[in-house]
């Protein structure tokens, strides 16, 4: 049911962290991969590691806020493939600050890249798959979507809002799409390493220490557990299921 052989998988923001492992795990289940981020040499490393698995990749430097970047992109990718079975709408910004404190570009520019986006990628690749009447879109939101927090390093209004507005698109597309048998679902992590968290929270051994006593787990999220979430949307495994989310956090929301 996880079988990905020979599918188009189109990844955005996959230059590093969650994009690039989700990239991974699409090769290492069979997938072609297609690799977008506005970093071509970042991209190029992680599509170095894909051919070696012997799949086929495309590497393509693309702000997915740039409606004729995504254009030409998925113009790109239809000419070179010929199909897009998969869409990992990841590429997301964290803007600290709440609204008191936000500027309105600030605002802007984290509702740009997590929404706006999104939106683009989506709109050039659902034709197609209503086209072929197929389709998995799996959209990377956050478990502060449906949370919030008053510790001062985790006041990111811009960024709740931004990634709950994610969920909402899900499941507006989700709803009208699911009878072109395109499904579209979402995935909300909680706290993982990556260039978001590294140099901030991740440098806090007294935050980290709190975060794992009130943490079921214990402990962040280590690098590829989001892979199987993000694994099952994009798969059969997934076929009656849409317009729902997982939440990826070892428990963290619930207490």
Known sequence: ???LTDKV???????SGLG???????????ANVVLLARRKEKLEQVAAEISGMGRKVLVISCDVTDEECVKKAVEEIIEKFGRIDIL???AGVAVRGGVDTLTVED????????????????????????EQNYGKIVNISSVNALIGDKADMFIR??????????LGLTIGMAASYGQFNITVNAVCPGLFESEMTKDTLFKSEAFLQ??????????????????????????DASSYVTGQHIVVDGGTSIV
């Open 20 to 30: 690039a492992d989700s990239a991974r795990a699409y090769a290492q289940n069979g």
């Open 9 to 15: 998988a189109v990844v955005t923001g996959a230059s």
């Open 107 to 130: 605002w802007d520019h984290a509702m740009d890249v997590n929404v706006k986006g999104m939106f683009i990628m989506s709109k050039y690749v659902v034709p197609h798959m209503k």
């Open 88 to 90: 990992l709408n990841n």
């Open 157 to 166: 209004h811009s960024y709740n809002a931004s990634k709950s507005a994610v």
């Open 210 to 235: 709190g975060y794992s006593a009130q943490c079921p787990m214990s402990r962040p999220g280590k690098r590829g557990e989001v892979s199987g979430p993000v694994l099952f949307f994009s798969s």
């Open 1 to 3: 049911m996880f079988d």
